[in-house]
């Protein structure tokens, strides 16, 4: 497999095609049309993704010595992906958000669905119910498709306990999240403890961990070190980059209307950024007005100016490159084939290219 950009396509289209078949094994138990909709829920939230998880983990496991085109190693890694539908879903309905990806969020999918067949009882809450069960189907999905994947069962035990506390990581991250929000007032730091929790861990680090994990039966000390110097600062500008095109973003990159995360009230460190640096009135402004569900377009561009006038937004930029550089420096040396090398320092870019 080339170690270019093209590796991504290649890449997805192994994990996609390992989600089908994982699917397709699942089929039978959803002949019912009651049910069937969970699958059909499913089936479209699994469609998009870049699946850059996957990737970081397949590039983990080639870096440790893994064999280049192993079926069982990508269905593993696209076991990450069902564990990312699984946050995206419950993620939506804490946030109360109505589209992902350009498509209805789950829970507003099913609310429609229940709107459309005039059923009893509310439809919000009918949604936001089923959308919980199938982020909890997701999740219980992903072990399944983890331990079923057909890599060797010492490589699976080895890496289990790296698995398992990924997943507590996540699920860590996502209360820390809700802490962050009714507490109202947030720091850089503390807005940077709840991005690694919730997303750079285990969007970066955590799959290069299990990759190589699972490659070489273990962790060695270089290996753990390694994963955490690099993965750690691509995750940090991740997630930079991921704060940055909530509030400026293209709706037609990011799947959400523009400035949805003003309207859910993010504390991001991009939001922590510009309060450390605002002026009483700048700050008042944010106050009144980060979090108001019926935001308009007019305050969205109120807050941005904010954003961008307290240097914030420069600010962040500015720190997904030093991280970045960092992430550069923690690939020299390293005992990993050049090929592998090049891919992860690829990779890098990708998760943190602007996209505005």
Not at 40 to 64: I, Q
Not at 307 to 336: F, H, N, Q
Request: proline content about 5%.
């Amino acid at each position: 497999m080339p170690a270019s950009s093209a590796m991504l396509d290649t890449i997805r289209a192994e994990v996609d095609r390992s989600l089908r078949t994982f699917l397709d094994r699942q089929r039978p138990a959803f002949g019912s049309p009651e049910i069937a909709p969970l699958l059909s829920a499913a089936e479209d939230f699994l469609s998009g993704g870049k699946r850059l998880r996957p990737a970081f983990c397949y590039w983990g496991w080639r870096g440790a010595g893994g064999a280049a085109d192993d079926p069982a190693l990508f269905s593993a890694a696209a076991s990450l992906e069902l564990l990312q539908a699984s946050a995206l879903v419950h993620d939506d309905v804490m946030d109360a958000s109505d589209l992902r990806r350009g498509m209805p969020s789950a829970h507003r999918r099913f609310q429609a669905m229940h709107e459309k067949e005039g059923w009893n009882g509310s439809a919000g809450q009918f949604g936001e119910s089923a959308a919980i069960l199938l982020g909890n189907l997701l999740l219980v999905w992903s072990g399944e498709m983890w331990r079923t994947s057909g890599l060797p069962a010492e490589a699976l035990a080895a890496a289990q306990p790296l698995y398992d506390h990924m997943r507590t990581e996540l699920m860590c991250g996502q209360y820390l999240d809700l802490l962050e929000q009714v507490r109202g007032v947030s720091t850089f730091d503390s807005a940077l403890r709840v991005a690694l929790f919730k997303s750079g861990k285990y969007s970066v680090e955590q799959p290069l961990r299990l990759g190589m994990a699972l490659a070489a039966g273990g962790l060695e000390p270089w290996i753990d070190r390694f994963c955490e110097e690099y993965g750690r600062s691509v995750g940090i500008a991740f997630q930079l980059r991921d704060d940055i095109l909530g509030v400026f973003g293209d709706p037609a990159e990011t799947g959400k209307p523009a400035g949805d995360d003003l309207r859910e009230g993010k504390r991001t460190m991009l939001i922590a950024r510009a309060l450390a640096a605002a002026s009483p009135a700048q700050a008042e402004e944010v106050r009144l007005t980060l979090g108001d569900p019926g935001l308009q377009e007019s305050g969205i561009d109120r807050l941005r100016r904010v954003i961008e006038e307290t240097g914030a937004l420069a600010s962040c930029e500015k720190l997904i490159d030093d991280y970045m550089a960092e992430a550069l420096r923690a690939l020299d040396g390293v005992p990993i084939a050049p090929e592998s090398r090049t891919a992860l320092a690829e990779l890098a870019v990708a998760a943190t290219a602007r996209r505005t």
